[in-house]
């Protein structure tokens, strides 16, 4: 007897299976598939190399528990894309960059490999370095009729760079793998400031530590209410958002509300957070415009 693909149902939890968990036969088709993509590169002295990814994963995963249920094929969670566009961070040792053209090779070829069986695919972005290829290649598998878009792991305020902000971040999603006994401030200029000098420089140059930020006072409870604002960010244009020309998911003629989800997480009162435009405010490290550093073309993208 041929096996009946498990459809999800019940709670939100129950909606939003790991796609590396699963047999084919589980495979619903036509369901909706979030991709995180993040990054392989340094984070400071006291950040592991794959932050970027940790955190696309870990707010794909908290916005699929929470889509509403008129996803009724439930959702799926492809395994973090971990290698982006990082050019920028060269200087260090243990980057791994691809670059521009390859990621934006990848992100075609993934998008049309998913086209065969799912629905709507939505890359979840972690890391800033990945927007132009992620520009680029949405929006060509667009006009190719597929339905897919992007969205990043934003927040309004935070740092550009293994700063306060992705290191309060990782004290709560990976505690045991932040060495804050090692953790220095950077250069916590603002990024307008630093883009002149990041474009002919890169990081190493701007910052020897590879901070942009300053880590000092991060917490744990800081990262909880970090994450909860990038989920509510990255739900409501998933939800209530369209795709621009370039693929970013925008909520049209409103100001982005950045509402702390109600989740088993975090139960207490939702905070919010308003921007006129989340997906490329200037406070919003995964999004925000990104330097070519002299000699390596494809760093278009800063940060994170």
């Known amino acids: 007897m041929t096996p009946t693909p498990r459809r999800a149902a019940g709670s939100p939890r129950d909606r ?4 590396a968990d699963l047999t084919w036969p589980e495979v619903p088709r036509d369901v909706l598939v979030l991709v995180p993509l993040g990054s392989t590169e340094q984070h400071g002295p006291h950040l592991p190399f794959d932050t970027d990814s940790v955190i696309a994963a870990a707010v794909a995963q908290r916005v699929a528990e929470l889509l509403p249920a008129r ?8 395994p973090a894309l971990a290698y ?23 992100v075609v070829e993934m998008v049309r490999s998913l086209g065969i069986w799912a629905g709507r695919i939505v890359f979840v972005n972690g890391h800033g370095g990945n927007v132009a290829a992620l520009d680029d290649a949405v929006g060509q598998m667009r006009a190719e009729g597929h339905d897919v878009a992007w969205t990043g792991c934003d927040v309004p305020g935070g740092d550009p760079h293994a700063g306060r902000t992705e290191t309060s971040v990782m004290l709560h999603l990976a ?23 990041l474009r002919a420089r ?19 409870e800081e990262g909880l209410r970090t994450v909860r604002a990038m989920t509510a960010g990255a739900l409501r244009r ?28 975090a139960p207490d009162a939702p905070q919010v957070w308003e921007t006129s435009d989340a997906s490329e405010a200037p406070s919003a490290p995964a999004s925000a415009p990104a330097p070519a550093p002299t000699g390596r073309p494809e760093a278009e993208r800063v940060a994170r």
């Open 84 to 106: 982006g566009a990082s050019g920028e961070h060269a200087g260090f040792p243990g980057t791994v960059s691809i670059g521009d053209s390859a990621l934006r090779i990848v």
């Open 202 to 220: 890169g990081v190493r140059g701007v910052a020897p530590s590879g901070v942009l930020g300053d880590p000092t006072g991060a917490t744990a």
């Open 16 to 19: 939003a299976a790991g796609l």
């Open 238 to 265: 998933i939800t209530t958002g369209v795709p621009d020309a370039r693929g970013r998911l925008v909520v049209p003629e409103a100001p982005e509300v950045w509402e702390t989800p109600d989740t088993p997480e």
């Open 175 to 197: 505690p045991d793998r932040v060495r804050l006994d090692a953790a220095v401030a950077g250069d916590t200029r603002p990024l307008a400031v630093l883009l002149p000098e």
């Open 71 to 78: 996803e009724e094929g439930g959702v799926l969670v492809a």
